[in-house]
């Protein structure tokens, strides 16, 4: 039996709104990345959605190892509360992909890890961002792109050492805190040009940052003016924090 891992995530952005859901599939030295999306969903039900899907990609019997930041996720696939017929009713889109998880787990050899999010595991960094994506293309905030078809694995990315000493690896989590937002109206020309892009950023350049090393002391350069602005609006009354 082959051994497979398939590292998942799901996003949704309102929860409940338009939603996004991905999966990273690694055999030996080989590597599949798939994702889509849903106009209105929640981000529970693209969480475990993800699961089902990177399932449904394998040709053959295989002993999975399933990776995902959600415990709901892995709760709602193994279903024990789903004996209730009042959980069954209340969660009905959840219910059906556990039932499409439970004939996919007949198939295959299925076991779960609960893997921190946000804490720098490069293929749960990767699925968070393919996830993401997706959900913005879902409420047409970039253009719509098709999951990508059925296609051959292909060669895996190396997985990166940590970073440096004195540097440190950007996050979406860390990016947003140095904004303040999820965009990038809080970075000023010198930030942006601070980070290596020229000014006004292209768009998704915040994205493009994720994964790249930089000085502890530009991100501390950064982030201290960028809270300086963010205060003196506040106190300007330009904005409510």
């Known amino acids: 039996m082959k051994k497979v891992t398939i590292t998942t995530d799901g996003a949704c952005d309102p929860n409940p709104g338009p939603g996004g859901w991905a999966a990273i599939l690694r055999f030996e030295n080989k590597l599949r990345e798939i994702s889509g999306s849903s106009p209105r969903t929640t981000n529970n039900r693209m969480e475990i959605h993800a699961i089902v899907e990177g399932l449904r990609v394998l040709k053959q019997p295989c002993e999975v190892l399933v990776r995902t930041d959600s415990k709901i996720a892995i709760s709602w696939c193994k279903g024990a509360q789903f004996a209730k017929e009042r959980h069954r009713l209340a969660h009905p889109e959840a219910y059906a992909s556990h039932l499409a998880f439970q004939e996919l787990a007949k198939i295959h050899r299925v076991s779960f890890q609960w893997v921190q999010g946000h804490a720098g ?77 020229s000014y006004p950023p292209p768009k998704g350049w915040l994205s493009g940052l994720i994964g790249r090393d930089i000085e502890q002391g530009l991100y501390d350069e950064v982030r201290k003016a960028i809270a300086a602005k963010w205060k003196q609006r506040k106190e300007q009354g330009e904005m409510a924090l």
């Open 121 to 197: 595991d490069p293929d749960n960094e990767r699925a968070d961002f393919l996830a993401a994506s997706a959900c913005q293309q879902a409420g047409g905030l970039a253009p719509v792109v098709a999951a990508p078809a059925a296609t051959p694995f292909i060669a895996a990315r190396p997985v990166p050492a940590a970073p440096a000493a004195g540097k440190i690896r950007l996050t979406r989590e860390n990016l947003h805190a140095l904004s303040g937002s999820p965009g990038a109206n809080g970075f000023t020309r010198k930030q942006v040009e601070l980070l290596g892009f």
